[in-house]
């Protein structure tokens, strides 16, 4: 186990750690870092809270960084010291391995490579900016890149009032696509777009009318879990199922007769090998998300209820993304 020291007097700020494996993070006063050369010294000022997040915290996925650590791989800040960039400049933190295997965003400050930061040109809120680079890039990629998205096809978006959810359906809508939205229950149907139809897992017959219909020519699937194999076959033979998310569980188990017989191709989809293409495409929607063209919603909590954030999200009680402020 790592010993964290403190240095000089006045040095030290706050960070939440997790200490061991599957435990709540809990807050604590550490040392300020030290910027090397090749990195930039950046004021955090919102940090997300992720699904990835409580993948690593679980001390079950592939890259574990060494304990005690700090969350979240991603964030924004303002740089403070850099050879790279400006003082005052609004960047995102995201490269893949922040907070994954190495510390990450769920604290005041971070010293971190000049690589893992991308500067925003047009300044947003710092909960904006914290949390739609991975819903945006995610939806985009699954829709255009992978799915290869075409006007007038019609496209499956599962956990369709969720963050990536949320922006996939937006971005169907605007490249005119006819989009078929999945929601977890009645209720949140009042929360979809104008122009989407949507469909609620507890509406047994409206999804067994889905089925029979195999109308999609895509799916995006945020939710993952045991109805995947169920929502693959709302989709036409030929098509495609782009995987994104797991929230409805990690595991689906395939019967592979039924599969061949659908005819559905399934593509996972995971920034973390394609953070070179998602600083593109995030580029290029910022000022849409600027205007409020395109957005992302999420729910704030003060930097003393990160371990609350993270309790909600688990449970899936929070609409849209959960955000940290400092």
């Known amino acids: 186990m790592r010993t964290l020291t403190f240095s000089l007097r006045g040095s030290i700020m706050r960070a939440a750690l997790i200490h061991e494996w599957n435990t709540p993070p809990l807050i604590s006063d550490v040392a300020e870092p030290q910027r090397l050369p090749g990195e930039t010294l950046v004021q955090i000022d919102a940090a997300a809270v992720g699904h990835l997040d409580i993948t690593v915290a679980s001390g079950e996925f592939t ?43 769920w604290r005041e400050k971070a010293a971190v490579p000049d690589a893992a930061l991308t500067p925003l040109r047009i300044r947003v809120d710092p909960s904006v900016a914290a949390t739609f680079f991975v819903p945006t890039a995610t939806a985009y ?8 998205l075409a006007k007038g096809q019609t496209v499956i978006v599962s956990g369709a009032t969720g963050a990536v959810g949320s922006m996939a359906v937006q971005l169907a809508l605007e490249a005119g696509a006819n989009v078929i939205a999945l929601v977890s229950r009645s209720s949140r149907l009042a929360h979809l777009p104008a122009g989407v139809r949507g469909i609620a897992a507890d509406d ?93 919603e999420f729910t704030e909590f003060p930097f003393e209820q990160t371990a609350d954030a993270l309790h909600l999200l688990l449970n899936r009680d929070i609409r849209g993304r959960a955000v940290i402020r400092f």
């Not at 990629?141 to 290869?148: F, Q």
């Not at 799916?219 to 797991?246: E, F, H, N, W």
């Not at 090998?273 to 593109?280: I, L, N, T």
């Open 141 to 148: 990629i699954a829709l255009h890149d992978l799915g290869g």
């Open 204 to 296: 047994a017959a409206a999804f067994a009318l889905l089925a029979a219909e195999r109308p999609a020519d895509l799916l995006v699937d945020t939710i993952g879990g045991s109805g995947l194999s169920q929502r693959i076959k709302c989709v036409k033979p030929g098509g495609k199922a782009i995987c994104v998310g797991y929230t409805a569980g990690a595991k689906f188990t395939i019967d592979l007769p039924n599969w061949l017989v659908t005819d559905v191709t399934i593509s996972p989809l995971s920034l973390i090998s394609r953070q070179a293409r998602a600083k593109e495409v995030t580029a290029q929607l910022l000022p849409k998300i600027a205007e409020g063209t395109i957005r992302v």
């Open 63 to 105: 890259l574990q960084p060494p304990l005690p650590y700090v969350p979240g791989v991603e964030g924004s800040g303002t740089v403070l010291e850099s050879d790279t960039f400006e003082p005052g400049t609004q960047v995102i933190l995201r490269d893949g391995t922040i907070g994954v295997d190495r510390d990450g965003t």
